[in-house]
């Protein structure tokens, strides 16, 4: 999923994403291109985590 696609889900910017992806709180991988991208079932995990998740 892209950082877009995971925004949307969880309510947040982009710029957000990709912090939680730097801070290792969410699970990403780097393209060539330098765009990050998030594994579907990690963030389906994480929706039902969101709370914690943006908390910490």
Request: net charge positive; hydrophobic share 45%; proline share 5%.
């Amino acid at each position: 999923m892209t950082s877009a696609e995971v925004a949307v889900l969880f309510r947040v910017d982009t710029v957000t994403v990709a912090r939680w992806a730097r801070e290792g709180r969410i699970v990403s991988c780097v393209t060539p291109g330098g765009r990050y991208r998030f594994p579907a079932r990690e963030v389906r995990f994480l929706l039902g985590q969101s709370p914690a998740l943006v908390q910490s």
